[in-house]
């Protein structure tokens, strides 16, 4: 019979083929043994009745071929008879003490037990088939599947992760019969990855506390309004982004001095009667945050961001210190979305005040990712500062690595996010830094994935796709929210955003058709925000599933993007 891959896999240092007879293992059988043996495996793997008699009267007869013990293993553990399957393991090792899948059962064994001290001295301390057995050039495909098996697993149980993705992409050609061997051995790292970092985070906050973010505080809540110099503050609490020009123009000409007292005392007021807002929901017995009426102190930003009140970055980051239930309420989609912009304008030539605020504890995640979305795009836009940046956040993950005892300092949602954002300004010489996080299971995985991924994205050429669109005034930035974001859209916007793609689908028929050039789309609406528009219809809220089924949330659908 002919070997049928043996030149394929040089990287083993030795073939593998699907030939029974090709192998150099010295267990070479007549036809006869070999059919028996075939049509007993197949008995064996339906779990048949009444064979362990008549695989003990096949040991007895040929008592030189050690598969038949091993199928009688094989049988106790898949009828649930472990211990059974233990003892034949134990009698094959003696018996074959060179029989491959005699070493292959007792290292199963050890991993199961969690002896994995064992598993080494069993299969060798290289884990290799060529290590294993010097003298053999040809193994069969069996034989590099089972062990390829319990070698990841001990690799996997072991926490020597990467290990065991170097060797499932070394074996993915070899195993391609059988693509669920080596998709189950990556579902197996995901989840004991899943499980590290849920340990890591329970002593985690075992050792700091539960929740890394101080509450708001209880102890200045308040139902009485606050006091303006000037009474026109009144009316960014009666309008939602909406709110007319004209508006914010005749605030934004007020006296600067007195103005940025009222704007500073706007945001104090989002802390001081945030119960009260929140009681006030429960009165209207409405499910969602209200645009009219919880918009003041996003416009109080915007305002502040347009005055380049660059002395007001720390009235902000006292607003980012009260913790995420106060940030999710009053920005909800914006948090993420559009805070970071008024950090940037107001904070991109502070980056140490920046640094003092990510090296602060408890101060929860969400306000530290703020803070590194709008640094990280400095280098973008400031690209003779790229390197200062990355020296920041340098500074700032060693600080958190010599001071990982300070309670409620960081946390995995916490490093993740940076990560991410060195990962995009393509800091190369800051992935040993991370590596060390990922080495403690201090990263969120859902969120930075695994580190080889951020290993891939660093080295990568630099990419303009990372780069944030910053708008040049408060008008524009508006703007564009009204326009892009689907539930600011009017009405109307949407019947021209539907148009819109209707001529777009007409455009593509037609290049298929003529291979005529799709014509440009037409031109997108300003929103037209110089007056409050009311929108008929029912009320999506704004983290409700999209209604164009997009799954995204309503506020920003990504085919209104």
């Not at 005892?405 to 800091?427: E, F, G, N, Q």
């Amino acid at each position: 019979m002919a070997f049928d891959n043996l030149d394929r896999y040089k990287k083993f240092e030795y073939a593998i083929t699907g030939d029974v007879e090709a192998p150099d293992h010295g267990y070479h059988y007549s036809d006869e043994i070999a059919e028996l043996l075939h049509k007993t495996y197949l008995r064996v793997q339906k779990r048949k009745p009444h064979l362990i008699p008549e695989l003990h009267k096949l040991i007895e007869k040929y008592p030189r071929v050690p598969t038949f013990k091993n199928y009688l293993s094989m049988y106790y553990n898949l009828t649930g008879k472990v211990d059974k399957a233990y003892e034949v393991n134990h009698w094959i090792a003696k018996e074959h003490p060179d029989y491959l899948h005699g070493k292959i059962n007792l290292a199963a064994e050890a991993i199961a037990k969690g002896n994995f001290d064992e598993v080494p001295k069993i299969l060798g301390e290289a884990l290799d088939l060529k290590g294993l057995y010097p003298h053999r050039e040809v193994f069969h495909l069996s034989e590099f599947q089972s062990f390829f098996i319990a070698t990841c697993q001990y690799l996997i149980e072991t926490d020597q992760l990467e290990a065991a993705e170097s060797r499932i992409e070394m074996a993915e050609k070899v195993l391609s019969h059988d693509p669920a061997i080596t998709s189950d051995m990556r579902m197996q790292i995901l989840a004991k990855r899943v499980l590290n970092r849920k340990k890591a985070e329970t002593a985690w906050k075992e050792k700091h506390g539960e929740k890394i973010g101080r509450d708001y505080d209880k102890s200045i809540q308040t139902d009485e309004k606050p006091t303006f110099h000037h009474p026109e503050i009144w009316a960014i609490y009666e309008h939602g982004l909406r709110i007319p020009q004209d508006v914010l123009r005749n605030i934004l000409e007020l006296p600067r001095e007195t103005l940025l007292q009222d704007l500073e005392t706007v945001l104090q007021d989002t802390v001081r009667r945030f119960d009260y807002f929140l009681g006030q929901l429960e009165e209207w017995e409405e499910e969602d945050w209200e645009e009219e009426r919880h918009s003041f102190p996003l416009h109080a930003l915007f305002l502040l961001t347009e005055l380049k009140a660059t002395e007001k970055l720390p009235a902000i980051l006292d607003l980012l210190r009260e913790g995420e239930e106060l940030l999710d309420f009053w920005f909800n989609d914006h948090v993420f979305e559009t805070v970071w912009h008024f950090v940037y304008h107001l904070g991109n030539q502070q980056l140490d005040i920046l640094q003092e605020f990510m090296q602060a504890p408890d101060v929860c995640s969400e306000a530290k990712t703020i803070i590194s979305q709008a640094v990280v795009q400095v280098a973008f836009h400031q690209p003779e500062r790229h390197e200062e940046v990355v020296n920041w956040y340098k500074d700032i993950l060693q600080y958190y690595l010599d001071h990982l005892d300070t309670p409620k300092l960081v946390d995995v949602d916490t490093i993740a996010p940076i990560i991410c954002d060195l990962s995009y300004l393509r800091a190369t010489d800051t992935l040993p830094l991370c590596k060390s996080f990922f080495d403690m299971d201090l990263v969120d995985l859902d969120y930075a994935g695994d580190y080889k991924g951020i290993e891939e994205k660093t080295l990568k050429p630099l990419s303009e796709d990372d780069k944030s669109t910053i708008y040049p005034n408060i008008f524009q930035h508006i703007t564009h929210i009204l326009s892009t974001w689907h539930g600011y859209l009017t009405p109307e916007d949407r019947d021209l955003r539907n148009a819109r793609m209707e001529e777009r689908i007409a455009a593509v028929d037609l290049e298929n058709s003529a291979k005529k050039p799709m014509p440009p789309p037409s031109p997108a609406s300003n929103a037209g925000w110089q007056e409050t528009v009311k929108q008929d219809g029912p009320k999506v809220g704004r983290n409700d599933p999209c209604p164009c089924g997009s799954g995204k949330k309503y506020k920003k659908c990504c085919m209104n993007k």
